[in-house]
């Protein structure tokens, strides 16, 4: 029998009179029946988390760490129910799951560290003030948090706000409701965490629109945090600009690994598969663009095919060595058929997979991939990749670069004064040498440029994000005024 789940207000499970079913995207059974909260709901979450925040920003930086301490204790405590839900309701392969359910913890930990670096400097004077610059919490923070990696992200997204003073008010996605939600809400309880500090709030598709609008329009938030699709990001940065509000926003990708002639093979081979297949190409940070150095594409071509092929599809829950899970809804699966659909009209050839049952869609590579294809225009987010061939170092560049996306990408060559070289030219928040495009630590400055987004979450950058500024001076030279004065 699927679970009930209520949202979580001021401290409190509220029952909803409307739910909406949360699916295992899997065989599209129903997992859980969940809250479909309406406007009236957010705005007593809001009102809720606007009435906590002074006395949750006025407890002592220490105290406000241990909270964050005993939820990373609490979230591993449960880590074994995590991966199972990471499994059921998202799709995730086994392995991703652990990893998920494992790095959780740490954003908590390194939010709770955060804490204990300094907050602001003391700054010279020419007239012999004490001069300093600090940071304090803005308020209400609230995030609207993704599908894919819906515990890793929503974690990101609240914990250092939280750790600094801030309230928040969490919306998770519809199609991760309890996984990128109301989990957050029972570590909350579990833990103690004073009423109104932090609140969840579920919705359906249906109520999405006007519970978004609130959750960056009511005059009582301060800040928003949100990871998603480029198209919804813009509308969101967009309306927290015009009400001038703070805003970090992570959006999607079309992120390139640059293959160089003098690779590990071993490794290229490993950061290919690995970047464009992970949970079913389902990441920001997924490889959507394989380039390859022409004088070493014949040889690395087949066997990227091969690691491809070996990758077992099905149902995640049904069998742990199933890497490639479902894509998480109909609409996806859509997407990705239209991109193989337009490249193969197009001309493109598939060298392995090209096959979709039901949500299940093989992974995936085409060659012979041009720049009036979908595929290459179009963040992707499934198991499908093209494997381009490159000339020069340059030509590499100006092909990852050709997009209006600017995330992450990957280089992969054993001269590292090369790679520094080609990283220093892309266009992209992140670059990593000698690894694959989807890397993440709790405590780096990760985003991107372009469409990719604005602001960087993790360490001290969430904290710069969601705190303002503030000068104080207190004066100690005895400057005189004017003597008009």
Not at 63 to 86: G, N, Q, S
Not at 176 to 198: C, N, Q, R, S, W
Not at 266 to 280: D, I, K, P, V, Y
Not at 428 to 451: L, Q, R, V, W, Y
Request: charged fraction near 20%; aromatic fraction near 8%; hydrophobic fraction near 45%.
């Amino acid at each position: 029998m699927a679970a009930k789940l209520d949202y979580y207000s001021n401290g409190k499970w509220v029952a909803s009179a409307k739910r909406f079913n949360d699916l295992n995207p899997s065989d599209d059974t129903v997992w859980a029946e969940v809250a479909d909260a309406d406007l009236n709901a957010i705005e007593d979450a809001i009102d809720a988390a606007h009435a906590a925040f002074p006395a949750w920003a006025a407890l002592a930086y220490t105290e406000r760490a241990h909270f964050m301490i005993a939820m990373a204790d609490e979230i591993k405590r449960r880590h074994t129910d995590i991966v199972d839900a990471l499994q059921a309701e998202a799709g995730g392969w086994f392995g991703k799951g652990l990893f998920e359910a494992g790095y959780v913890p740490e954003v908590f930990h390194a939010a709770a560290a955060s804490n204990y670096a300094p907050i602001g400097e003391v700054m010279p004077s020419e007239y012999h003030k004490l001069s300093i610059a600090m940071r304090r919490p803005i308020g209400v923070v609230t995030v609207i948090s993704p599908w894919n990696f819906p515990a890793l992200l929503t974690s990101r997204g609240l914990a250092f706000p939280m750790a600094a003073g801030n309230t928040v008010v969490l919306k998770p996605s519809e199609e991760t409701p309890f996984t990128g939600g109301v989990l957050f809400a029972e570590i909350a309880e579990a833990v103690g965490l004073p009423a109104g500090v932090l609140n969840v709030v579920t919705c359906s598709r249906d109520n999405v629109q006007s519970v978004g609008n609130e959750l960056i329009e009511n005059p009582l938030v301060k800040g928003i945090s949100f990871t998603g699709s480029t198209a919804v990001g813009r509308q969101i940065a967009a309306k927290a600009g015009a009400h001038l509000k703070k805003a970090c926003i992570e959006l999607g990708g079309k992120d390139a690994l640059i293959i160089c002639d003098d690779a590990d093979t071993e490794r290229a081979l490993g950061a290919a598969n690995f970047g464009s297949f992970m949970h079913q190409g389902q990441v920001c940070m997924s490889v959507e663009k394989v380039l390859v150095q022409d004088t070493i594409y014949e040889k690395f071509l087949p066997a990227f095919v091969k690691r491809a092929a070996a990758l077992q599809v099905g149902d995640p829950t049904a069998e742990k060595s199933n890497v490639i899970g479902p894509l998480i809804n109909d609409k996806q699966v859509a997407q990705v058929k239209a991109q193989l659909d337009d490249a193969i009209a197009k001309g493109a050839r598939v060298e392995v997979g090209g096959n979709i049952h039901g949500r299940f869609v093989e992974p995936t590579i085409l060659t012979g991939v041009t720049t009036d294809m979908l595929i290459y225009q179009n963040e992707t987010f499934g198991p499908v990749v093209p494997v381009i061939p490159f000339t020069t170092d340059e030509h590499a560049i100006a092909i990852a670069n050709d997009t209006e996306y600017g995330l992450s990408s990957g280089v992969i060559t054993r001269n590292e004064q090369r790679g520094f070289a080609i990283a220093a030219a892309l266009e992209t928040g992140m670059c990593h040498i000698n690894c694959s495009s989807i890397n993440d630590e709790p405590h780096i400055p990760f985003g991107g440029s372009k469409a990719s987004g604005v602001g960087r979450h993790g360490g001290r950058w969430s904290t710069e994000t969601f705190t303002e500024t503030r000068w104080i001076t207190m004066d100690r030279g005895g400057r005189p005024y004017p003597p008009v004065f």
